[in-house]
């Protein structure tokens, strides 16, 4: 069975520092991996997306993604971090090959700090 | 804006009643998604329309239904409401491949059952 975990429930960074935000999945082939940012009272926007290509994937507004597999992992990063990333940020794994529901984790609310 | 609309966008209404929520798809995309974020239960997978036909049920409750369209609009119809049903629904949409395609999700609606 396919499932996520997001570590932290709450990271906070100071601006212009680097983020982390942890995730591990669980699936029982090579997943399709996702990470989601919703921003207050917003719907979800798509980062990036990791389909078994290039296991470094760049996202949108300087975010990246490693695939690890042997950690079974898909951490999060950001060199710096500005005021507008403050938002909550969701690790998501594809369901299965043949259909395209998604399994959210619970979610990691980043602050960052003047 | 992710091409993905969704009415109305704030509903608010009694326990023991019904309401429906509409989603139109980016144009072009044949599948549409049903997801619910409670603070309980984070975001939810409900259930899974493809050019009209139902492709895949989550964790969606009886007294909830949904349909899409010839015109691949889609409807989730939630009937004898209860406090708890009080969330936000999103739809999202995706191409011709689920398995492969990005979803992408509306603003979404939020309901207040009182």
């Known amino acids: 069975a396919q499932s996520v975990t997001q570590l932290d429930s709450h990271v906070s960074v100071s601006e212009g520092t680097p983020v982390l935000l942890r995730c591990n999945y669980s699936?029982?082939?090579?997943?399709?991996l996702f990470w989601y940012v919703q921003h207050p009272n917003k719907g979800l926007q798509l980062l990036l997306k990791y389909t078994s290509a290039a296991t470094l994937v760049k996202g949108i507004n300087g975010f990246e993604a490693e695939f690890k597999k042997s950690e079974t992992s898909f951490h999060l990063t950001k060199p710096s971090a500005h005021m507008s990333d403050a938002a909550e940020y969701f690790c998501v794994v594809s369901l299965s090959r043949s259909q395209g529901n998604l399994i959210f984790g619970k979610g990691t609310k980043l602050s960052v700090k003047p | 804006d992710s091409g993905v609309t969704q009415t109305p966008k704030h509903l608010i209404t009694a326990t023991g009643q019904r309401v429906t929520l509409r989603c139109s798809p980016r144009s072009g995309d044949l599948s549409v998604y049903w997801y619910q974020q409670s603070l309980d239960q984070g975001l939810q997978f409900l259930i899974q329309?493809?050019?009209?036909?139902?492709?895949a049920k989550g964790n969606i409750l009886e007294r909830f239904s949904a349909q899409q369209f010839p015109d691949l609009h889609s409807e989730l119809n939630l009937s004898s409401l209860e406090l708890g049903d009080s969330a936000l629904y999103f739809c999202a949409s995706s191409g011709t491949d689920p398995s492969t395609d990005t979803q992408y999700f509306g603003p979404g609606t939020r309901l207040t059952v009182l």
């Open positions: 699936s029982s082939y090579s997943p399709s």
């Open positions: 329309y493809y050019n009209g036909e139902e492709r």
